[in-house]
């Protein structure tokens, strides 16, 4: 059973930092691309930025220039780091990776942690 377990989340003002991390934990060969999306209330889950295993980024238009991600292959994790932040990146944020197995490639889900930007 792989799991991705998010942590890191939590409350800011805006113009403030915060740092997410995500690990994998469980029995698989490999991660391909791992990423970290956001749902807000309301609003639909959408991409914030996602990383390849051999390190190429691809950002949502709205955090590029203050959002970094990155992540450590030895330790199967994956780190959001968000700074300047904004109101508006309220939401609850998840972790996303495409993990390879014995059985195949399966796609998993963090359970999420919530980010609050205060104005």
Known sequence: QVQLVESGGGLVQAGGSLGLSCVAS???????TMGWYRQ??????????AITRGGVTNYADSVKGRFTISRDN????V???????????????????DIRTTWGIYNRWGQGTQVTVSS
Do not use: W
């Open 40 to 49: 807000a209330p309301g609003k639909q889950r959408e991409l914030v930025a």
């Open 26 to 32: 469980g029995s698989f060969h490999s991660i391909n």
């Open 74 to 77: 030895a330790k199967n994790t």
């Open 79 to 97: 780190y959001l780091q968000m700074n300047n932040l904004k109101p508006e990146d309220t939401a609850v944020y998840y972790c996303n990776a």
